[in-house]
Each structure stands twice: as C-alpha cells, then as structure tokens.
C-alpha cells in the first residue's frame, strides 16, 4: 500500500466517488493502470488543533492498514478525510465497520 502526497491526487480523488460515513468521509478512484492500493488521509482545522488532527490521522492510517488490505481494490486511490469530533473519539470497531460499508458502497456502484 502506497501513501499519496501529490495534490493533484488528492484532487483527482475527489472528483471520483464519495461515501460519507459517521466516522470518516471516503474518497474512491479507480485509476485502471496499476496493481496497487494507494491512499491519502486528511483532516481540516475542523477537527481541532494539530493535536486533534494527528490523533484523526493515526486512527484513520491503523484503519486503513487494516481493512484495505482484505476489502481494497488494487488499481485504487482512496483519501480517507476525518470528521470534526467523530473520528477521534469513536470506538475503533466501528471506525473499522464504517470503511468496510463506505468501500462496499464505492465499489457497488
């Protein structure tokens, strides 16, 4: 699993398919040349200060380290973007069952 850093990236991601969930927002593309699983994660000042937002992203990263290595699509960009007070402060299985329902809904479609 590789990690995005480039902004047109991100932005090409959200001009694909979005889920929204009560932990996380998610973002899906399939890119249609490559066998990997690359993903983004973000969290505006929405969420808190630089302490609330770290704590936002380690949860999404362990989330997603977890979940898109068995319900991930290689060949797909995903960017999982925390939400104000949600994704900090919710228990982590259903942060887990959140992405499975949010990548079945992108997937489906």
């Known amino acids: ?22 932990g996380m927002m998610v973002q899906g593309r399939n890119r249609h040349d490559a066998e990997d699983i690359r993903v983004g994660f973000t969290c ?9 937002r770290n704590r936002a992203k380690r949860r999404l990263r362990e989330v997603a380290r977890i979940v898109l ?11 999982l ?9 919710r228990p982590f299985d259903q942060l887990q069952t959140d992405l499975i329902q949010a990548l079945k809904k992108i997937h489906g479609k």
């Open 69 to 79: 290595a068995s319900h991930g699509k290689p060949g797909w960009d995903y960017v």
């Open 81 to 89: 973007i925390g939400r104000a007070t949600q994704t900090a402060a």
């Open 44 to 52: 505006s000042k929405k969420v808190g200060n630089a302490v609330a």
């Open 1 to 22: 699993m590789q990690v995005l850093s480039k902004r047109s990236e991100f932005l090409a991601a959200a001009r694909a398919r979005r889920q929204g969930s009560k």
